[in-house]
């Protein structure tokens, strides 16, 4: 059996009951953090916490050499870690299918997510969100700015009246750069406001999760002048608004009347 168990979105406690007895009561513990990451627990928390020995492994260890995690789900039950909800990324639908294919039981273990705590702590309905959308930092992508794409996604949801998440990139033991890269909310707002719209709303939700998770509400370009604190940011761009959710972002965020009015249906 290969059990896929999301951790939840901020230490060693965000896992659910049913998630942490599956850890405990498994032969074999396997984790990425590529994808995504806890920052309010390491490896070790997890370990102590969990009582198990976990096996980090890297991007080419689970894309390009899952052997060794099929082979341990063949013979024993094995359990896959991953941060936020398991199979949000499709690194982890492919490890699934290949433990299909080798006749491997599988089971899903959910958790809550970044998408689902944007909605919970900003207000926004969950189901006014559009496509969602990854914000690069312009070295990965070669290029000063924002991709096209990206501002395409925003404008597209934005002509529909619809809300748009905005991921924050991570890079996770890059062999290019010393040490792990956490884009900041401010520095993403900062290149929307360069590159599109400094006057456009954004809603800023820092440490999902955490004991001292935040969100605020201005324009892009106040936003990018702001100090957030420690990671994981994530950057809404709010299409048009129920008049619940305005008053969510002024009261709950924040965000300057004037501002929400504008966006206010």
């Known amino acids: 059996m290969l059990t896929f168990v999301g951790l939840g979105l901020y230490d060693e406690e965000s896992i659910t009951v049913e998630g942490r007895e599956a850890v405990r009561e498994a032969d074999r513990a396997f984790a990425e953090f590529y994808t995504s990451h806890l920052v309010g627990a390491t490896v070790d928390d997890l370990q102590s916490y969990h009582d198990t020995h976990i096996e980090v492994r890297d991007r080419a260890g689970v894309e390009q050499d899952p052997g060794p995690i099929l082979d341990a789900a063949e013979s024993e039950d094995a359990v896959f870690l991953t941060a936020g909800d398991t199979m949000i990324s499709t690194t982890h639908v492919d490890l699934r299918l290949r433990a299909h294919d080798r006749g491997i039981d599988t089971r899903v273990i959910h ?41 395409d996604t925003i404008e597209d949801n934005r002509e529909r009246g619809l809300h748009t998440l905005c991921y924050l990139d991570i890079k996770v033991d890059n062999p290019y750069r010393e040490g792990d890269d956490y884009m900041t909310a401010s520095h993403a707002a900062g290149l929307l406001a360069e590159h599109w719209n400094p006057d456009a709303l954004g809603v800023v939700v820092a440490r999902a999760g955490a004991p001292d998770a935040l969100v605020e509400a201005d324009t892009l370009g106040a936003l990018a002048q702001r100090d957030f604190g420690s990671p994981l940011h994530l950057l809404v761009i709010p299409g048009a608004l129920h008049h619940v959710e305005a008053d969510a972002l002024t009261g709950l965020a924040g965000a300057p009347d004037d501002v929400v009015e504008e966006r206010t249906v």
């Open 111 to 151: 958790a809550p997510t970044a998408e689902s705590a944007a909605s919970s702590l900003t207000g926004l309905q969950n189901y006014r969100f559009g496509k969602a959308t990854t914000l690069p930092f312009e070295w990965v992508h070669g290029a000063d700015g924002v991709p096209g794409s990206v501002i």
